[in-house]
């Protein structure tokens, strides 16, 4: 089994749209969340979401699309795109500048990308009712390629030229998590050189609002407190978009081209809950199990965890489960991991979350910070005995895990390890 490496990243988020913002953002507990303009109908009873900055993509005419000056993209290109696949598309080319790769380097058999989104629900919606209203025929030819949940790695494959294996991952909220695991995989086992790793999502009415219908959005109006995985008085959590990408690479490979790194992915575990459709196992279950995988494929004992980067959405219910899958496996730990939930900072990216937190926790690993839980303000007693921390930590951490959950009990953890 090969090592692997983070050697690049890529991102488009609600705490900021590079690397640099995005570590701001996460070393002074930064939020993205604001009164979404969209939401504020007295039909709508959701108020806050976190949007994606600096980019226009209300219009289902991707030339009318607005983005920073700074990327150049054809309108063929836009024209297969989703909203989020002009975030991703942005966030790729940050990633292949990070890791100052060439497209020599990534255009060949021996480099693969794996993504993860739900498609785009904003322009199948508008696709389908144009279908009926007007024709079969005036449906666009790209409006499916656009639309569907491959709409990520369908475009990026093509315009990066990638040679390699490449496929998308549908597991809800641990897709792109499971993305990366796979990936990793592929490296490990020397069926690959190089991945790319892709979480996306659209982030705007139609991919969050139908979550309301579940009760598992805040109702909160102050987008200060709408998000706060672990407090008393959570009530849900709060939609975002965006796209992350990562570049993981071979040791190999590092050592052929000399890239810095942000930290070694040392291994991953999953398991099922085998419970319910919709709601996390009660007792945690089958995230326990997932993190004792993790643990056990990558040679690391509970007492080497220094931070972990929770799944905590700032669901009720979803909080408890985790925070009990936790204690089962740390409660007795001489040094308990310090834990936080990033999505305190940029609400729930659903699909996109694995990866961005992934990206989270090379940041800080390569940084030197473990970043705090924000907005809490009474902890659910419920959590008492974990190691929750509320504000940012100056300390580097050097063995990390983050975990995903998605529908259907499905469970992530990922395991990194400080690559010096």
Sequence with gaps: MRKVYITGVGFITSIGND?????????????????YPPFQKPEVPVKVAAPIKDFQTATTDAEDWIFPARYNIRRETLRGM?????YAYCAMLQA???????EADWSNPDTGLYAASAGSPFLLGYHLERMRKLGVMRCPPLGIVASISGTV???????FKIKGASTGFSSACASSAHALGFAYDEIARGRQNRMFVIGAEDGNVESI???????????????AIASRPFDVARDGFVGTGGATVLVLESEEEVQ?????????????????DGYNVAISHPEGHGLRLAITNALKY?????????????????????????????KSIFGQSPTRPAVSSTKALTGHGLSLAGAMEAGFCALAMKEGFMPGSAHITKLDPACEGLNIIRATLPHRPNVVLSNSSGFGGANVVLVFKGAN
């Design 298 to 326: 990558s040679d690391t004992t509970a007492e080497q965890v220094d931070y972990v980067n929770a799944h905590a959405t700032s669901t009720p219910i979803g909080d408890i489960s985790e925070a009990r899958a936790l």
């Design 19 to 35: 690397a640099i913002a995005v570590t701001e953002s996460l070393r002074e507990l930064r939020h993205g969340m604001v009164q």
């Design 153 to 159: 790695n369908f475009n990026l494959v093509s315009q």
């Design 82 to 86: 989703a909203p989020h696949g002009i």
């Design 256 to 272: 052929r081209r000399g890239p810095k790194v942000y930290c070694e992915v040392a291994g991953w575990g999953q398991a099922s």
């Design 96 to 102: 292949v500048e990070d890791a100052k790769l060439t």
């Design 209 to 223: 609002l139908p979550f309301a219908g579940m009760r598992a959005l805040s109702l909160q109006t102050d987008p």
